[in-house]
């Protein structure tokens, strides 16, 4: 199982937080956007984000919950980041996946807190991750929704049957308690608040590695 934090919620400035990452034993850096129309408040801007990574060594977890996110995949496919994922809900998810695999990164689809996880089957043979939302998309500190575990349950199912390889992943409300109910064969984890909202980032990893394998 893999770790990916995300610096969305934060006590110390993105900027800061990001640096600190860099120095953890985390797996990726997940990058949350909103855009003020798919999910939550506006975020970012381009630019400022570009700005923040353009050092930065870790492998990068974009997650896009933007309506219509064809600019950003197209300037932030720059940073070379192992995945950029959007929304199943989005309305042109099609040509956002193959404009993503077009530009040679790794594709993942979120599947938001109140879909049917049937809806994204369709989709399973072009991907590379599926990221099951265990809280709504949009903020960060919300908790976890245990029903989200029966999705990630049936999506295991149906990648074995079908003999797929596409990865899983779990993004919202993740903690030490939290990640004890998440299969230990998931492919990675997005905590956020629990790493970032305290001091020693590396001892929150280090919680959550122990309370997860
Ligand atoms: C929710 C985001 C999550 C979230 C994770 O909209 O996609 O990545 O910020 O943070 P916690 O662990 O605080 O839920
Ligand atoms: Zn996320």
Not at 25 to 38: K, N, V
Not at 134 to 160: D, T, W
Not at 176 to 201: M, Q, R, W
Request: proline residues 3%; glycine residues 6%; charged residues 30%.
């Amino acid at each position: 199982m893999k770790i990916a934090v995300s610096y969305l919620k934060n006590k110390n400035g993105n900027e800061k937080t990001i640096e600190k990452l860099g120095h953890t034993s985390c797996d990726y850096i997940h990058i949350d956007l909103t855009d003020g129309l798919f999910a939550g408040e506006k975020n970012y801007q381009i630019d400022t984000i570009l700005q923040l990574f353009k050092n930065v060594q870790k492998p990068l977890d974009i997650h896009l919950m933007v309506k219509n996110p064809k600019k950003e995949i197209e300037a932030f496919a720059i940073l070379n980041p192992a995945f950029i994922t959007v929304h199943l809900e989005i309305e042109d998810l099609e040509n956002n996946i193959k404009k993503i695999k077009g530009l040679g990164i790794s594709c993942g689809i979120a599947v938001d807190k109140d879909t049917s996880i049937e809806k994204i089957y369709p989709y399973l043979k072009e991907i590379d991750l599926v990221l099951i939302m265990s809280v709504k998309a949009g903020f960060g500190g919300q908790s976890f929704q245990p029903k989200s575990l029966e999705k990630v349950k049936a999506l295991m199912k149906e990648r074995k049957e079908k003999n797929l390889s596409f990865k899983i992943a779990m993004d919202g409300g993740i903690n030490d308690k939290t990640i004890k109910d998440i299969p230990k064969d998931i492919d990675l984890v997005v905590s956020g608040s629990f790493v970032c909202l305290e001091e020693d980032y590396e001892q929150q990893i280090e919680k959550l590695k122990k309370a997860g394998n």
